[in-house]
Structures are given as C-alpha cells and as structure tokens.
C-alpha cells in the first residue's frame, strides 16, 4: 500500500520505518530482498531521508541490486570462516582481532547458530541469540557479537549468498547506564603505590612503570613496547609508535593513538635513573623489560604486582588501567584544554575525553559566582538587625 493510500503496483516494492530508519523491501524472481535505506529525517532537522527521498532510494537500489543466485548453501560458521581469511588476508587486520573474532566464532555464534543455512537466518533468529545470551553474557560483550555477526553478513551480502543483513534488521541491548564515577589516584594515594613496591628484582621496575603509566597516560600495552629511542629526554617528549599485546608488537590502538605525549620533569627523572641501572639500553630495547632476560614484562604478572602493592598500601582496589584515568584528571585539573588532552591520551573520539570534564576548572567561575550568591552572612546579631531595619531619618521630624 502506498502512503497516499492507493494500491502499489506490483513489482515496485514498499517502504516501512523501524527504530527510527526506512527500510525498502521487494522480491525479484520469487525471492524476497530487504534493504536498510537510511535514518528518518526528524522534525527540525536536515539530517536523515524524508518518505521521498526513501522512496527514490528504494527505486534506485531495485534497479541495481544483483538478485542472489550463488547455488551455495553455506552455514553461518561457514562463512563465518571465509569473512575470518577476508578480515586477515585482504583487510589485514590486527592479529589480536582476528583472535578475539575466532572465538567469538568458535565458542558462541558458530554454536548457536549450528547447521542453519545462513541464507535462512532472518532478524528473529538474531533475537532469539540475543535473548539466549542476556543470561550469561554482558551487554557490551553480546554487542561485539552483534557488530563481528554483522560484518559476516555484509561479507555474505556482498557474494550474493544471502539477500538481507538480519543483524541490521535487529534492536541491538540497551547499554547499561555507565558509571559516572572515575577510578584514580590523587597525590597522596599515587605516593603511597610506590612505597608499597616490593624490593626485590622487579620493584624498581615496577616504580618506574606505575609513576610513567599515572603522569603519561600510556596504555599498558604501549608502556610494555616503549623503546628508549621513543624516549626524548631533549624534547621532553614520550613518542607512543607501538603496542604489544598477547606475545605480538602491533601499532597502536588507533590512528590517533601514535602521539607524542609530555615529560613531567619527574618521569623524565627517573627515565634517566632507570636507564643507567638496566642492563639493556640499545635504542631498540625496552624501556621496561624484565630486568635480567630484556624480554617484554608479562602483562598478567604485572597486573598482580600492581593489585599487591595497593593492598600492601591500603587502597581500593583499582585496574592497571585506571594509572591512564589518573592521567587524565590530574591534567584535567590543571588546565589543559580537552581538545589538546584527547591527541595526548590518543582517544579517537573526543567523546572519551569529555569524561574528564567535570575535573577541569571552571570556566564561568561558578564557585565564585556562588559564594557571591549564597555566602555566609555576618554572623554579627546587631549587624544582621542592622541589616533587616530601616534606619531612621536623622534630624528634627
């Protein structure tokens, strides 16, 4: 049906809107193709497409969709398997990535969706995946499932082996409201770490890492692949060039995360004390290896030796990664402006930075404006009677 009400002619398809987005379906050869056109435009807004412009998207994808005809008849884990070769042969995607996806595969989506030809999964049975999952799994997790299971299906799409992305036809899990409190060390607390370290033959490696990681910012996984050429004691400058993670050196996390960040006259410091007691102080070589075999410190140990120092000091229990939101308030507070401090923390999006808002200072002086509102008043009684009476008119009446 038409949206003036009239009958459409066969063969010329239909839109319908869903979570805020057209969709335009209609079938060639007896088969059904179902297509996403795009986000509904909002009152007010220029963004997204009118019913118009849905409509002529729908014409447009009908004259030049190729109907699939691939005689295959694959299963999910099937072409779950040809995407995995795709994502690392052709994209080249990070060895890391391309681990956690294969056990996505192998462990959850593979599974569940069994023998089931993938051409006959539809966003039903996308739901009831998700349901299946809600019980065991966290949202965030069942979400990196959706998004890899997604991928698979354009790959499909893209080959002709399915007509319909059934993930982009599902309501992904609401996300749970994140926790607006951030987990950091202030002065006293940030000392306290380092005197809890233990003096044996990683401690004064430890010391150096824990100070680096709260007055840098630097990801373990970049703090584990630092080299000493990446260290400019000249410049004052941390220059952030790769990772390593799960026995690999890759680049960074992101675009943005190869960065040059600042040198506190502290962490250069004791850059320059640690440098002169290790053993291994090639360019190449680690900043903070293992002090006797140079190899890279393991991360795992390493997390439990940072957990031990805090219980030994008497903090709360933090990540290794809450050392990088140390980081990030500290600077916050002294007033480095947040567009400067996401290139400095190597976020990609400066919604991550906009977290450490609330520590910066106030630009509009609200403290101040507030005292002047609502500050103490004399405490004085004959001032404040004072104060509250008209004084009377002086001179004869």
Not at 33 to 57: C, F, I, M, Y
Not at 316 to 334: E, N
Request: with cysteine; charged share 30%; hydrophobic share 35%.
């Amino acid at each position: 049906m038409a949206r003036n009400g009239k009958k459409r002619a066969y063969g010329s398809g239909s839109v319908f809107e869903k979570s805020g987005a057209f969709y335009g379906k209609w079938r060639v050869n007896g088969r059904q193709v179902l297509r996403k056109l795009g986000p509904r435009r909002r009152p007010g807004s220029r963004d997204g497409l009118t019913h118009a412009q849905a409509e002529a998207r729908l014409r447009e994808l009908m004259a030049h969709t190729v109907v699939p005809t691939s005689p295959e008849r694959l299963t999910f884990d099937e072409v779950g398997q040809r995407y995995l070769r795709h994502l690392e042969e052709v994209m080249q995607r990070k060895r890391t990535t391309i681990q956690d996806y294969r056990i996505m595969l192998r462990l959850h989506l593979g599974p569940y969706f069994g023998s089931t030809r993938i051409a006959k999964l539809d966003a039903r049975d996308v739901d009831a995946y998700i349901a299946a999952k809600r019980g065991g799994l966290a949202v965030k997790t069942i979400t990196n499932h959706l998004n890899f299971a997604h991928g698979v299906f354009a790959f499909a799409l893209k080959r002709g082996l399915v007509t319909q992305n059934a993930v982009a036809m599902t309501d992904r899990p609401p996300s749970p409201p994140a926790d607006p409190d951030i987990r950091f060390l202030d002065r006293e607390e940030l000392e306290a770490l380092l005197r809890a370290s233990v003096e044996d033959v990683l401690g004064p490696t430890d010391r150096v890492l824990w100070l680096t990681a709260a007055m840098t910012g630097l990801r373990q996984g970049e703090l584990a692949a630092l080299r000493w050429r990446d260290v400019d004691w000249s410049a004052g400058l941390i220059r952030v060039r790769r990772s390593y993670s799960r026995g690999q050196y890759s680049t960074p996390k992101s675009r943005r995360s190869s960065r040059a960040v600042p040198m506190a006259d502290r962490v250069a410091g004791e850059l320059e004390r640690h440098f002169k007691r290790s053993a291994y102080t090639y360019d190449d070589e680690l900043v903070f290896c293992h002090p006797e075999s140079g190899r890279p410190y393991d991360a795992s140990k390493s997390r439990v030796r940072f957990k031990q120092a805090l219980e030994r000091a008497g903090l709360r229990p933090l990540r290794f990664h809450d050392l990088r939101h140390t980081y990030g308030t500290r600077m916050a507070a002294a007033g480095a402006p947040l567009r400067t401090l996401q290139g400095w923390m190597g976020h990609r999006d400066y919604k991550t930075t906009e977290i450490y808002a609330d520590f910066a200072p106030d630009p509009t002086q609200g403290a101040l404006w507030a005292q002047r509102a609502f500050g103490s008043e004399p405490t004085d009684v004959a001032s404040r009677a004072e104060r509250r009476e008209p004084r009377p008119l002086e001179g004869p009446m």
